[in-house]
T-cell receptor
C-alpha cells in the first residue's frame, strides 16, 4: 500500500506571499492531520480533518488554514507568509477511530520563506 | 525531515548494545502513546504504540514501557544497529481527539 505523499517537497517563497501544500493519505485512511516542525518549537499540531470537516485545531493563527476533499486528500494554505513560517510541514493520515489512532506521516514539505 | 533542535539530548551507544530512550509526558489524561523514529530528510516513522491500560508492549527488537504514576515512557531497542541512528520522538494522544503532542526528541547515535 502506498504511503502518505506530499507535494511539493521543497518550496521557496517570500514574505507576504501565500502557499498551498498538498497531502494524499494512505488509501482508506479518512483522517488527515497537519503538523509544523521547526528546530525551535519541535513538532506542533496544526489541524485535523475528517470527512471534509475540521475536527481539531492547534494554536496557530488564522493565516493557517486547510481543507479536505471527498477523496480524503487534503491541502493546507498559509497566507501572508512570515519568516517564522519556514519549517517542515508534515501531513499524517490515520483510519478513523475515536480515542487515538496511529498516524502515519509523509515525507513533508520543506518551506523556506525569504 | 531533520528535527535538529539546538538542544536535542543525544544518546550515544555502541553497536550491539541496548538503548533506552526516555520520555516524560505532560498530560495525565493521555491514553495513547506512540514512538516515532525520524531519519534525516524523512518524516517520522511509526515504531510502536501503547495504550494506557498496558504498561509494557514488545515489538521486533523494541519494547515500550509506560509508567503512568510518574508520567514516564521509555523505548528500549535491543542490539542497536547503525540503521537505528535517528531522532526518536514520543507522542501522546488525549481522549477522543486525533491530535498528537510530541516530546522534544532524542538523537540516538550508534557508534561502531
Amino acid at each position: 500500500k502506498a504511503g502518505v505523499t506530499q507535494t511539493p517537497r521543497y518550496l521557496i517563497k517570500t514574505r507576504g506571499q501565500q502557499v498551498t501544500l498538498s497531502c494524499s493519505p494512505i488509501s482508506g485512511h479518512r483522517s488527515v492531520s497537519w503538523y509544523q516542525q521547526t528546530p525551535g518549537q519541535g513538532l506542533q499540531f496544526l489541524f485535523e480533518y475528517f470527512s471534509e470537516t475540521q475536527r481539531n485545531k492547534g494554536n496557530f493563527p488564522g493565516r493557517f488554514s486547510g481543507r479536505q476533499f471527498s477523496n480524503s486528500r487534503s491541502e493546507m494554505n498559509v497566507s501572508t507568509l512570515e519568516l517564522g513560517d519556514s519549517a517542515l510541514y508534515l501531513c499524517a493520515s490515520s483510519l478513523y477511530r475515536v480515542g487515538g489512532e496511529t498516524q502515519y506521516f509523509g515525507p513533508g514539505t520543506r518551506l523556506l520563506v525569504l | 525531515g531533520e528535527s535538529v533542535g539546538l538542544h536535542l539530548p543525544t544518546l550515544s551507544v555502541q553497536e550491539g548494545d541496548n538503548s533506552i530512550i526516555n520520555c516524560a509526558y505532560s498530560n495525565s489524561a493521555s491514553d495513547y502513546f506512540i514512538w516515532y523514529k525520524q531519519e534525516s530528510g524523512k518524516g517520522p516513522q511509526f515504531i510502536i504504540d501503547i495504550r494506557s491500560n498496558m504498561d509494557k508492549r514488545q515489538g521486533q527488537r523494541v519494547t515500550v514501557l509506560l509508567n503512568k504514576t510518574v508520567k514516564h515512557l521509555s523505548l528500549q531497542i535491543a542490539a542497536t544497529q547503525p540503521g537505528d541512528s535517528a531522532v526518536y520522538f514520543c507522542a501522546e494522544n488525549t481522549g477522543t481527539a486525533s491530535k498528537l503532542t510530541f516530546g522534544t526528541g532524542t538523537r540516538l547515535q550508534v557508534t561502531l
